[in-house]
């Protein structure tokens, strides 16, 4: 039975919403929880008929969202530095952390270290299209990247999309300005045409193709993949709160609302984060989740399956073999 | 009277659309109209009453969607080519065109020059906002920029946003992939030290930010700024696919959604490009706006009349002044 290592304190949250999420999550699959925290704030919040899958590893310091990312391989006592410690000690097989995630790669890249050949690890996150999911990545660990990394971005995302995702020929993509090869700026000239040894490679696809389902990995730097997950969490927030403000001022459309609340709780349902769990760290020597500061307990209990999965599927050693191959 | 020469051919509808447009402006504001175009077929779409506002320039060629903006120069018988000549000729004082905007921005940086002072012209845009707009710039014309670039760009929207936008102190933010000084890739790490010069630079915001009125003008390359409009465009197209699909399943969603027809309709408005014209090209020696290709008559009407208040605002010269300064 896996072990996951998992950090409870890091969240904007605190423990609870994370530890409900592992309780959830063992309702559904029995695995070995190592809660890394505060020992005796955890333990109540633990039911009887659970405590066999749990076992603590205490660590009193929480690394803050206001703390610099460099400083988190100093900070030994904090329970994102302790969870990592697990894996690389063998005592776990994955960390699941909604705490700094600059943190987290930073000490999963220095602490467990990178897969053979990769120069660079990247967070990968799923995005909802109008039929399933796209793989962004990377999104927010990498601000200046050279052609040679996108072009493994790119090797490990279509790993994760056919190991994971179970996508049998995933069609792989560069995000560009422009569908055309001649389009782009100069690191994704230069990266369009390393990309081109990539057997599912398809060619540029722009913003818009994250959305309407015609890619499954889409390649960035983690500057763009950062400004597009947040630009789109505006506009869909944004959406909601102009209907929200203009539906309070009308009585049949108040009513029309409450008659379509059902379709609205769907789509919320398919366009929430919280149901994808967590972003895997892609390239590193150990299985890393990266779940939300503002997980709630079910983006927990995702990002608790999400490591399950990416233990079963091999990922790292499949990533090695891929890349051995250029 | 302004005379405004029109690309009458360059849209991807043909003339029709954009003629429509003009005879809306004309309706509402007097302005000399120059019509530059395949003159015989132009001519049946005018109306009596308004003959006296518009004058034609035979053109009868159009540069196409799939040319390259770098042949834009040789084709000396596109209605682009011939538009923009009409400004440097002095015959307009600006030209609004729906056609291919790399030409565009190629013939009016290299015919009509750039602005003392300028390095290079950037297109700025208008995004809907919870409360209002917020101009973003560049959107497209330049995919890698120096920190010197971005500068210029933020000065230039500012003064766009005063004169214009008639904003008295406009918020001029940097995208980042975080607020704080720290956050930011080398170039945009560089460009916030330099942007500290501009009284009313208000620190780095990210993608949300354009969103939730927080930000007047928001700065970025040309890369980020396409990468920002077309994911955008994609949220926005995947929630009302998502929820329509979804309505059509369900009686009473169905039911709900007739009711809500009117709320649907003016939060439509309220996000519609079309709206808010076309994209003010900065930074060049004339007026130029850009309109999307797929414009209608609505958003042509709309451009014509952010010529006509880009003239009367004296941009150009502000623009020239506030640049003198550093």
Known sequence: MISIAID??????????????????????????????????????????????????????VFSMEENATDALKRKETSIYKAIELVKNLKA?????????????????LRLGRLQNVLRPAIATLMPNIESTTLLLDVGANTDCKSENLFQFAVMGEVYAREVMQISKPRVALLSNGEEECKGNELTKETHQLM???PNFI??????????????VLVCDGFSGNVILKSCEGVAGAIFRILKADIKQNF???????????????????????????APLLGVKGCVI?????????????????????????????????????
């Open 290 to 326: 990266i779940s939300h500061g503002k997980s709630d307990s079910r983006a927990i209990k995702n990002a608790i399956f999400q490591a399950i999965h990416f233990n079963e599927a091999n990922i790292n050693e499949a990533i090695e073999n891929e890349l051995a191959k250029f």
């Open 252 to 278: 049949l459309s108040k009513l029309g609302a409450v008659l379509m609340k059902p379709s609205f709780m769907r789509l919320k349902k398919k366009i929430d984060w919280q149901e994808y769990g967590g």
């Open 203 to 216: 060619g540029n696809a722009e913003g818009r193709d994250i959305f309407n389902a015609n890619v499954d």
């Open 93 to 109: 097989s994955a960390v699941v952390s909604a705490g700094h995630s600059g943190a987290s790669m930073s000490l999963a890249t």
């Open 8 to 61: 409870a304190m890091g969240g904007d949250f605190g423990e609870k919403p994370i530890i409900e999420g592992v309780i959830e999550a063992l309702n559904v699959k029995p695995f070995n929880a190592i809660l890394v925290g505060e020992t005796e704030k955890l333990k109540p919040l633990i039911p009887k008929h659970l405590e066999q899958y749990i076992q603590y590893e205490e660590a009193n310091e």
């Open 196 to 198: 081109k040894k990539i």
